[in-house]
T-cell receptor, first 113, second 110 residues
Framework: DAGVIQSPRHEVTEMGQEVTLRCKPISGHNSLFWYRQTMMRGLELLIYFNNNVPIDDSGMPEDRFSAKMPNASFSTLKIQPSEPRDSAVYFC???????????FGPGTRLTVT | GQNIDQPTEMTATEGAIVQINCTYQTSGFNGLFWYQQHAGEAPTFLSYNVLDGLEEKGRFSSFLSRSKGYSYLLLKELQMKDSASYLCAALNQAGTALIFGKGTTLSVSS
């Protein structure tokens, strides 16, 4: 299996621009997670999907962030407009079932200048 | 509230044994995970404990005490490649959220 696939791997953009991060979970996994990792705050859960439905988005920082999962094999995380404080590594992870481990993608390193 | 505490940094030498502690306070609990993260890479799964006791997997072991809200990761026969950040994470009761600690950066020297 190819594992969780994320694109782009690196993104540099200017403040105010729209950023779209993409994720393809492992085939057959029914849960998908978006995380953000910074030195200051560590790894934080942004949103969790189960069977393509958003279950918990309490970690989404504000209305500038939105996430979708139109089908079982694709999810996006969008930031509009982006701000310098959004600079972080964004990880997507997928999971087969509740008590199974999450598999993380390689991450997208976002830099907003 | 929800809180995961683990030491920020630890150092050890090759061949030694190191124990990384983690204490947690969460609203509901459905198990404790340990992940390893090398610099610039994604976290990778090491272990999962849901019952009290010790789980051994090769050079790595993980322990859980639910009554004390405490876990540790034990690494034996340390190797240079074990230099990484080790993340403790608690799964909430519903299984919907994995709450991560900030990680313990382990440096292994020769």
């Amino acid at each position: 299996d190819a594992g969780v696939i994320q694109s782009p791997r690196h993104e540099v953009t200017e403040m105010g621009q729209e950023v779209t991060l993409r994720c393809k979970p492992i085939s057959g996994h029914n849960s998908l997670f978006w995380y953000r990792q910074t030195m200051m705050r560590g790894l934080e859960l942004l949103i969790y999907f189960n069977n393509n439905v958003p279950i918990d988005d309490s970690g989404m920082p504000e209305d500038r962030f939105s996430a979708k999962m139109p089908n079982a094999s694709f999810s996006t995380l969008k930031i509009q407009p982006s701000e310098p404080r959004d600079s972080a590594v964004y990880f997507c992870a997928s999971r087969l079932a509740v008590v199974y481990e999450q598999y993380f993608g390689p991450g997208t390193r976002l830099t907003v200048t | 509230g929800q809180n995961i505490d683990q030491p920020t940094e630890m150092t050890a030498t090759e061949g030694a044994i190191v124990q990384i502690n983690c204490t947690y306070q969460t609203s509901g609990f459905n198990g404790l995970f340990w992940y390893q993260q090398h610099a610039g890479e994604a976290p990778t799964f090491l272990s999962y404990n849901v019952l009290d006791g010790l789980e051994e997997k090769g050079r790595f072991s993980s322990f859980l005490s639910r009554s004390k809200g405490y876990s540790y990761l034990l690494l034996k026969e340390l190797q240079m490649k074990d230099s990484a950040s080790y993340l403790c994470a608690a799964l909430n009761q519903a299984g919907t959220a994995l709450i991560f600690g900030k990680g313990t950066t382990l440096s292994v020297s020769s």
